[in-house]
């Protein structure tokens, strides 16, 4: 129940990884068989993947998560146009990957960043952003689906303020929630980076890749033998790209099954914690308008990590948080922003779903709720 952390690898991508680990290790950059069978590797996931984006293979790099490409888009971004300007702007609840490269960027290099405030249901308030636009703003960053409450920003309409107001900007989408799960068209959206990461959709970790348009102006952050167009050096992962491409073809072959999937789980445990006393939903008043696989809910009267621990002893794995930001979060700026009462800040647990998630995995979680959540709430601290 915490997939949106990461995912159980599907057998074929580690049937794949293993074949071209031990029987098709070529490096890439040689110049003998092996090696153009690698660089084929390569190739043949770099067009897979686009044909998910609908954009051009060029448009397509490697890296090994979304950490590395989302520091990419920013730092790289940002070291690049500088001389245009040296505001930024992002919204008050982006991951860490994110807003951690902004803060160094704010704290380091002399950059100004501004932080959108959202709705009470987790979504950019576009007049803020408009409001927010200067004519030394370089760089929008704008997560798509949020990795704690599951709330969705519309890319692009997002996109097209941008563009209006100077098609100069950078306009960076954090992608790595959504990519598998709805689709994406890079075109349509205007950005000129999405990040992905490979362990959110099946893939194995250390994997990933950057969307970059075809003109954006960027630094490289990674220097050394020149791969990848001199965007991003080191021997490819060809293993981990491997399985990648498995993972991204069966995603988005099944996309419209895997939805409906991912939303009658959502829609089924949403009801069932709706129906226990002092027990509330998140962001997420309009079912159909929030990410499939994301819940966010509250629990009155026992601390998240409590909670968290107790039904790990039954089982059951779920969040307290953003796994990717430390193993000890402090307080959710996710809910902080939509404005959840602050006795439940730290009563709140994240659920996230995979394509393996069964609702007999629902029905048995909300058991071991039910019959923890009394025993629990006994020894509350007042």
Same mark, same amino acid.
């Given at each position: 129940?915490?997939?949106?952390?990461?995912?159980?690898?599907?057998?074929?991508?580690?049937?794949?990884?293993?074949?071209?680990?031990?029987?098709?290790?070529?490096?890439?950059?040689?110049?003998?068989?092996?090696?153009?069978?690698?660089?084929?590797?390569?190739?043949?996931?770099?067009?897979?993947?686009?044909?998910?984006?609908?954009?051009?293979?060029?448009?397509?790099?490697?890296?090994?998560?979304?950490?590395?490409?989302?520091?990419?888009?920013?730092?790289?971004?940002?070291?690049?146009?500088?001389?245009?300007?040296?505001?930024?702007?992002?919204?008050?609840?982006?991951?860490?990957?994110?807003?951690?490269?902004?803060?160094?960027?704010?704290?380091?290099?002399?950059?100004?960043?501004?932080?959108?405030?959202?709705?009470?249901?987790?979504?950019?308030?576009?007049?803020?952003?408009?409001?927010?636009?200067?004519?030394?703003?370089?760089?929008?960053?704008?997560? /798509?689906?949020?990795?704690?409450?599951?709330?969705?920003?519309?890319?692009?309409?997002?996109?097209?303020?941008?563009?209006?107001?100077?098609?100069?900007?950078?306009?960076?989408?954090?992608?790595?929630?959504?990519?598998?799960?709805?689709?994406?068209?890079?075109?349509?959206?205007?950005?000129?980076?999405?990040?992905?990461?490979?362990?959110?959709? /099946?893939?194995?970790?250390?994997?990933?890749?950057?969307?970059?348009?075809?003109?954006?102006?960027?630094?490289?952050?990674?220097?050394?033998?020149?791969?990848?167009?001199?965007?991003?050096?080191?021997?490819?992962?060809?293993?981990?790209?491997?399985?990648?491409?498995?993972?991204?073809?069966?995603?988005?072959?099944?996309?419209?099954?895997?939805?409906? /999937?991912?939303?009658?789980?959502?829609?089924?445990?949403?009801?069932?914690?709706?129906?226990?006393?002092?027990?509330?939903?998140?962001?997420?008043?309009?079912?159909?308008?929030?990410?499939?696989?994301?819940?966010?809910?509250?629990?009155?009267?026992?601390?998240?990590?409590?909670?968290?621990?107790?039904?790990?002893?039954?089982?059951?794995?779920?969040?307290?948080?953003?796994?990717?930001?430390?193993? /000890?979060?402090?307080?959710?700026?996710?809910?902080?922003?939509?404005?959840?009462?602050?006795?439940?800040?730290?009563?709140?647990?994240?659920?996230?779903?995979?394509?393996?998630?069964?609702?007999?995995?629902?029905?048995?979680?909300?058991?071991?709720?039910?019959?923890?959540?009394?025993?629990?709430?006994?020894?509350?601290?007042?």
């Amino acid at each position: 129940m915490d997939n949106a952390a990461t995912t159980q690898a599907l057998p074929e991508v580690a049937d794949v990884v293993k074949d071209v680990m031990c029987n098709r290790y070529g490096n890439p950059s040689s110049l003998h068989n092996r090696g153009f069978e690698a660089e084929k590797i390569i190739k043949d996931a770099r067009e897979s993947i686009a044909k998910t984006l609908k954009c051009s293979p060029d448009n397509i790099i490697f890296t090994s998560g979304g950490t590395e490409g989302n520091n990419m888009a920013l730092v790289g971004g940002a070291l690049a146009n500088q001389r245009e300007g040296k505001h930024i702007i992002t919204t008050c609840y982006e991951h860490a990957s994110v807003y951690r490269p902004l803060m160094y960027l704010e704290d380091n290099m002399g950059f100004e960043v501004t932080y959108l405030p959202v709705d009470k249901n987790g979504r950019v308030e576009l007049d803020a952003l408009k409001d927010a636009l200067r004519e030394d703003t370089i760089i929008v960053s704008i997560m /798509h689906v949020n990795n704690e409450i599951g709330s969705v920003n519309d890319i692009y309409e997002i996109g097209n303020i941008v563009k209006e107001y100077n098609k100069n900007i950078i306009y960076h989408v954090d992608a790595i929630q959504s990519y598998g799960k709805i689709m994406i068209n890079a075109k349509r959206s205007k950005a000129d980076f999405i990040t992905v990461s490979g362990h959110k959709i /099946h893939g194995p970790k250390g994997t990933g890749f950057v969307f970059k348009s075809d003109n954006v102006k960027v630094h490289p952050i990674i220097h050394g033998g020149g791969q990848q167009k001199n965007f991003r050096s080191g021997t490819e992962n060809v293993p981990g790209i491997a399985g990648l491409k498995v993972a991204a073809d069966f995603m988005y072959g099944n996309m419209s099954d895997h939805a409906e /999937h991912f939303f009658k789980i959502k829609k089924m445990l949403k009801e069932k914690c709706e129906s226990i006393e002092g027990v509330t939903v998140n962001a997420c008043e309009e079912l159909e308008a929030t990410a499939p696989h994301v819940l966010s809910v509250s629990f009155e009267g026992v601390r998240s990590e409590v909670l968290l621990h107790a039904l790990e002893d039954r089982g059951v794995f779920v969040s307290s948080g953003s796994a990717c930001s430390s193993n /000890h979060p402090g307080i959710s700026h996710a809910l902080q922003a939509i404005g959840v009462d602050k006795n439940l800040l730290e009563s709140t647990i994240r659920f996230s779903f995979s394509v393996f998630t069964t609702a007999e995995m629902i029905d048995y979680t909300v058991e071991q709720i039910e019959d923890l959540l009394p025993m629990l709430r006994k020894y509350v601290k007042r």
